[in-house]
């Protein structure tokens, strides 16, 4: 099994920028695919970004594509999400999720993911 704990979350304006962070533990990093989700208030949680185990792949919602950029360090077992140019439509809990497949990929449905983290806050204030 795989433990995540985000971090990096906060009350920010319109323009800002963040940067997530997934903390992980137990099972070898590596050997996952990652996703970052979130949910907005009232609404379902959706996939925004994907990364392969090696990072050399990368996978974005249209609505983040070119603000938003997904990494990882495996050696510090770590997930990234830097996010520029925030909006109001950014607010939401922002988690990171693990899927263990034989080519190291990642997923883009909520169902193929078997790890969760407990999500951080965004929240972009207008």
């Known amino acids: 099994q795989v433990q995540l704990v985000e971090s990096g979350g906060g009350l920010v304006q319109a323009g800002d920028s963040l940067r997530l962070s997934c903390a992980a533990s137990?099972?070898?990093?590596?050997?996952?695919?990652m996703g970052w989700f979130r949910q907005a208030p009232g609404k379902e949680r959706e996939f925004v970004a994907g990364?392969?185990?090696?990072?050399?792949?990368?996978y974005y919602i249209d609505s983040v594509k070119g603000r938003f950029t997904v990494s990882r360090d495996n050696a510090k077992n770590t997930l990234f999400l830097q996010m520029n140019h925030l909006n109001a439509e950014d607010t939401a809990v922002y988690y990171c999720?693990?899927?263990?497949?034989?080519?190291?990929?990642?997923?883009?449905?909520?169902?193929?993911?078997?790890?969760w983290g407990r999500g951080t806050q965004v929240t972009v204030s207008s």
């Open positions: 999720a693990a899927v263990r497949t034989a080519y190291g990929g990642f997923g883009l449905r909520e169902n193929e993911y078997g790890y």
């Open positions: 137990g099972r070898p990093f590596r050997a996952y695919g």
């Open positions: 990364i392969i185990w090696s990072g050399g792949i990368t």
